[in-house]
């Protein structure tokens, strides 16, 4: 009977076939350990001279990395290995041989590795940063659905952008000119307004120059936007569904987590509610800690993140930026015109902002000043506007970057392990 292996604790006992690759292997004289990989996970196949054919026992023994095959044997318990189980092989069914497999079970670099991408996804690490990414997004259409959000698809050709011009990634639309979208929330805005509370999930594109361990040029971002909500709702809103990712990644990954040695405890206390501090209180703190030179209306780079994310074992918000170096379309605080009803959250461990969002202007005056400073001007902009004419509604939305928050619950150092194909400053291969 053919199986996977994720399905193997199925058939305890009895004889299954599964096709699978050649991870690893080792052998010697009387018997042959595989290492079998087949996409749903890793089992070893034990193969022994005196229990198979002698061409059965040259061919295990003679196979190659990531030679693919039929094997074919009996599945038992085995409590020293990870999955718990091992297959006792009694026949192998080579499909396809593979010669010089690049990325052999030694170290290689960072750039070789990236340059074999379309090949290094095949390993266990990678395999298990997937089905951490997988798991997120999977959990995220849970909690939206449950909480009674649509979901909406924005356009990604598009003649507007929302987060500023200078990161845009320009094409030609016939005559027109388009972008690629930066971010799909003024659409989510109009989508609200139809269907109350929607979330969006898809490729976003930024030409930043920027080459840290927390940027890409292409990534996946989930945009909630709800209609009749204030900013300290969506705070809440923010964090039951952070939450609740961390919690469906522990409970549903404990193979992928242990498989890159994540240290669990720093996850499991991750429930809401989450600190807040004001962006005041953020300069105060980083003054604190040293940041001599910071002043108030800077925005904040990677070290001041980190030095703020330290202070809390739990993510924690900056709430109130100012104005001056937030997006157009934030409501200004009610007492304080120069800051804005806006939060970043900021990951533990280093990894960074993992969420924008804020309360929207939603008064068409107010938003027709910020379209003149900005000089926001022509139909692609002027449908937006339409929105603050027609039964205008305070509301609010955030974005939660899919591959940073990969990193910091695979515990990986840089997000271009958290996506299959990054696109990074440098890299459009493979
Ligand atoms: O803070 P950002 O720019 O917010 C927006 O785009 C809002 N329009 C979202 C909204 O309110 N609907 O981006 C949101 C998140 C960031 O917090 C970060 O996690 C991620 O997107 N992000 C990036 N991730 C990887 N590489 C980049 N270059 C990123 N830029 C932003
Ligand atoms: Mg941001």
């Known amino acids: 009977m053919k199986t996977t292996i994720s399905q193997v604790p199925e058939h305890i006992g009895e004889s299954v076939t599964i096709g699978a690759w050649l991870a690893n292997k080792r052998s010697s004289g009387k018997i042959a350990f ?6 749903t996970g890793f089992i070893q196949g034990v193969v022994a001279k005196a229990d198979v054919a002698e061409e059965t026992f040259q061919l295990a023994k ?3 990395q990531e030679s693919s095959m039929y094997v074919t044997g009996k ?7 990870p999955f718990g189980y091992e297959m006792q092989v009694s026949d192998i069914e080579l499909i396809h041989e593979a010669k010089d497999y690049p990325i052999t079970p030694k170290e290689h670099g960072t750039e070789f590795l990236m340059d074999h991408r379309h090949l290094w996804l095949r390993s266990k690490k990678q395999h298990a940063v997937m089905k951490i990414r997988n798991e997120i997004i999977r959990a995220t259409y849970q909690f939206f659905n449950q909480q009674g959000f649509v979901k909406v698809d924005p356009p990604i050709l598009t003649g507007s952008s929302a987060e500023g011009t200078t990161e845009l990634f320009h094409t030609k639309y016939f005559d027109e000119e388009a972008y690629l979208s930066q971010s799909g929330q003024l659409y989510m805005e109009a989508a609200a307004m139809a269907l109350g509370k929607v979330f969006s999930f898809g490729p976003t594109f930024r030409a930043e120059k920027s080459k840290t361990r927390r940027h890409l040029i292409e990534f996946w971002m989930i945009e909630p936007e709800m209609a009749f909500m204030d900013h300290e709702e969506s705070l ?4 039951q569904y952070v939450s609740f990712i961390v919690q469906s990644v522990l409970e549903n990954c404990k193979l992928e ?15 809401a509610p989450f600190p807040r501090i004001s962006y005041d209180e953020a300069i105060d703190l980083l003054k604190d800690k040293g940041f001599d030179d910071i002043e108030w209306g800077e925005d904040f780079g990677a070290p001041h993140e980190t030095a703020i994310a330290e202070t809390y074992d739990k993510p924690v918000f900056i709430t109130n930026y100012p104005a001056e170096i937030k997006a157009f379309y934030m409501q200004p605080h009610p007492e304080r015109p120069e800051v804005v009803l806006c939060a970043d959250l900021i990951a533990p461990e280093g990894y960074g902002e993992i969420i924008g969002g804020s309360q929207r202007i939603d008064d068409l005056e107010l938003m ?8 926001l001007t022509g139909p692609a902009y002027q449908w937006y506007l339409e929105l603050r004419q027609y039964g205008s509604v305070p509301h609010s939305g955030f974005g939660l970057g899919l591959e940073r928050t990969v990193a910091w619950l695979s515990g990986v150092e840089h997000v271009r392990e958290t996506i299959p194909f990054p696109r990074l400053l440098n890299r459009l291969y493979p």
Request: glycine share 10%; charged share 35%.
């Open 75 to 81: 599945i038992v318990e085995d409590t020293r290995s």
């Open 34 to 39: 595989l290492q079998l990989r087949d996409g």
């Open 257 to 271: 987590l242990n498989t890159l040695g994540r240290d669990t405890t720093k996850l499991e206390n991750i429930t």
């Open 368 to 375: 027709e000043e910020r379209y003149e400073k900005h000089g």
């Open 236 to 239: 809440e809103v923010q964090e």
């Open 62 to 64: 003679g196979l190659t």
